[in-house]
C-alpha cells in the first residue's frame, strides 16, 4: 500500500492552506506506516520509550477526537478512544492493538474532524477547550492540529529509519 500525500497550494487562501497543509501532515503519518507489519508497527523507538509507528496512530486519533469532536463540536462527553481519562499517554502502547484497528480508530476521526472543520462557520470560530480551561479559536486548533503531526511525523520519521532504514520526507 502507498499512501499519496496531497500536494500544499503554494498561493491559496488561508483556510485551504491550512486545510491543505493539515492533509499533508495526516498523509505523512500514514505514509511512514506504508508496508510494514503489525510487529514492525509496535517496534519502540529506544528504551525507555514506549513509542511506536502503531502508538503513534492511536496517539494521533486520540488528539483528531479531542481537538475537532470535543472542543470544537462540544461534544464533551465523549470518551476517549484508548487513553484513560486525561492521560494521553496511554494510547502510546500498542500492545494487543492491530494496524486494522488502530487506523480504522485514526481514519474514523480524520473523518470527524474534516466534517466538523468543514462545517465551521470560518476560522474565527471560538469554542471552550476544556482541558486548558481557555477559549480558542479553530483557527488555532487547525495550527495546533498541524504542529502535533508534523512534531510526531518527526518521530515516525526516525523509528521508519530504523525498522528498515526507509528514510524521507
Given at each position: 500500500m502507498t499512501t499519496e500525500r496531497p500536494d500544499v497550494p503554494l498561493i491559496a487562501d488561508e483556510r485551504a492552506l491550512l486545510r491543505a497543509n493539515?492533509?499533508?501532515?495526516?498523509?505523512t503519518l500514514a505514509w511512514k506506516c506504508d508496508d510494514l507489519s503489525d510487529d514492525d508497527l509496535r517496534m519502540q523507538?529506544?528504551?525507555?520509550?514506549?513509542?511506536?509507528?502503531?502508538?503513534?496512530?492511536?496517539?494521533?486519533?486520540e488528539v483528531e477526537r479531542t481537538w475537532?469532536?470535543?472542543?470544537?463540536?462540544?461534544e464533551r462527553h465523549l470518551p476517549n478512544v484508548w487513553s484513560h481519562?486525561?492521560?494521553?499517554q496511554t494510547a502510546y502502547d500498542p500492545t494487543g492493538c492491530t494496524r486494522d484497528e488502530a487506523f480504522t480508530a485514526w481514519r474514523t476521526e480524520v473523518e470527524h474532524s474534516r466534517r466538523i472543520e468543514h462545517a465551521a462557520p470560518s476560522l474565527d470560530l471560538v469554542v471552550?477547550?476544556?482541558?486548558?480551561n481557555e477559549?480558542?479559536?479553530?483557527r488555532f486548533v487547525m495550527l495546533h492540529m498541524i504542529h502535533e503531526y508534523a512534531r510526531h511525523?518527526?518521530?515516525?520519521?526516525?523509528?521508519?529509519e530504523a525498522i528498515d532504514g526507509t528514510v524521507g520526507a
Open positions: 493539515l492533509d499533508y501532515h495526516r498523509a523507538a529506544s528504551k525507555p520509550s514506549a513509542l511506536s509507528l502503531l502508538g503513534l496512530v492511536r496517539h494521533m486519533a475537532f469532536r470535543k472542543t470544537v463540536n462540544g481519562a486525561d492521560d494521553y471552550h477547550q476544556p482541558r486548558w477559549n480558542v479559536s479553530l511525523n518527526g518521530h515516525a520519521d526516525l523509528i521508519r
